[in-house]
């Protein structure tokens, strides 16, 4: 196959658009489970989370959390969505 005969790409890729914090995924990696909630906080919370309404600390996510103790981290990650919501999330150019 030459050089000619290579289709284009059907999507054209634009260059990285920062986004700000961090996936919620890798927050959750660094702890080990179960974990009380006041022990997230304290080690994680002061760290960003990426949200559709944009870039929260996880702190302040807690305090909208009911839940005192989560056996797994997706038990954990399915109570901060619950507050955050999912979709999109912005970029640092929107």
Same mark, same amino acid.
């Given at each position: 196959?030459?050089?000619e005969?290579?289709?284009?790409p059907?999507?054209?890729?634009?260059?990285?658009?920062?986004?700000?914090?961090?996936?919620?995924?890798?927050v959750?990696?660094?702890?080990t489970?179960?974990?009380?909630?006041s022990?997230?906080d304290?080690?994680e919370?002061d760290?960003?989370?990426?949200?559709p309404?944009?870039?929260?600390?996880?702190?302040?996510?807690?305090?909208a959390?009911?839940?005192?103790?989560?056996?797994? @981290?997706?038990?954990f990650?399915? @109570?901060?969505?619950a507050v955050v919501?999912?979709?999109?999330?912005?970029?640092?150019?929107?």
């Amino acid at each position: 196959m030459s050089d000619e005969d290579e289709e284009e790409p059907a999507v054209e890729l634009g260059d990285r658009t920062p986004v700000e914090g961090a996936p919620l995924a890798r927050v959750t990696s660094r702890l080990t489970w179960p974990k009380e909630k006041s022990e997230i906080d304290r080690l994680e919370g002061d760290s960003v989370i990426r949200t559709p309404e944009g870039p929260q600390e996880l702190s302040t996510v807690l305090e909208a959390i009911d839940e005192t103790y989560f056996q797994r @981290h997706q038990e954990f990650e399915t @109570h901060v969505r619950a507050v955050v919501g999912t979709g999109p999330v912005p970029t640092a150019d929107e």
